[in-house]
């Protein structure tokens, strides 16, 4: 399966139509359901299979971000091999009280690992976080880059961000339906 069928069948999957209020409060008329694809278990698989191929060589742990991060990490470890942490909003506060739960990030080569990036916010909160445990963060890796600024502003904070599909390639596939 090509890169292009994998985008046809996310943008399938994926894209809605209706009217949705927005977390800015703004109304549209499409939207972005990325859970649709994280449920479908087939696909995942494919997607983890192709982002495999872009997780950087000297990464020893992989960390997928709460909520849409997890399953996603849990796809790519099966591929890669690599250990995996799951990691929270915010640390909870009872139990260990950790903030990643899973492998130890400690001194370790870290990848974050999420569904979609937007502004590349929580992907920043959380290596912020995950630093200041002692994980070493160059990268992060997502399905979907929307291309609003989420690579750019990652930049800033010496995150390079890759990802297997972007939102104009989610285009051309709509396009080609």
Excluded: N, W
């Amino acid at each position: 399966m090509t890169l292009f069928d994998l985008a046809q069948r996310v943008d399938a999957v994926a894209r809605l139509s209706g009217r949705f209020v927005l977390r800015s409060g703004r109304v549209a008329d499409e939207y972005f359901d990325k859970y649709r694809f994280e449920a479908d278990p087939v696909l995942l698989d494919a997607l983890a299979a192709e982002m495999a191929a872009l997780v950087p060589s000297d990464t020893e742990v992989l960390a997928g971000l709460e909520l849409g991060g997890i399953p996603v990490v849990t796809a790519l470890g099966r591929h890669t091999g690599l250990p995996c942490a799951f990691v929270r909003k915010t640390a909870k506060e009872y139990g260990t009280a950790r903030l990643a739960e899973g492998a130890d990030v400690a001194g370790a080569r870290v990848l974050i690992v999420e569904d979609v990036v937007t502004s590349g916010g929580q992907i920043a909160i959380s290596t912020g976080q995950l630093r200041e445990l002692g994980a070493k963060i160059e990268h992060a890796l997502c399905v979907i880059d929307r291309q609003e600024g989420g690579a750019e502003a990652l930049a800033r904070d010496g995150i390079a961000l890759r990802s297997l599909l972007t939102r104009a390639d989610l285009d051309r596939a709509a396009a080609a339906r």
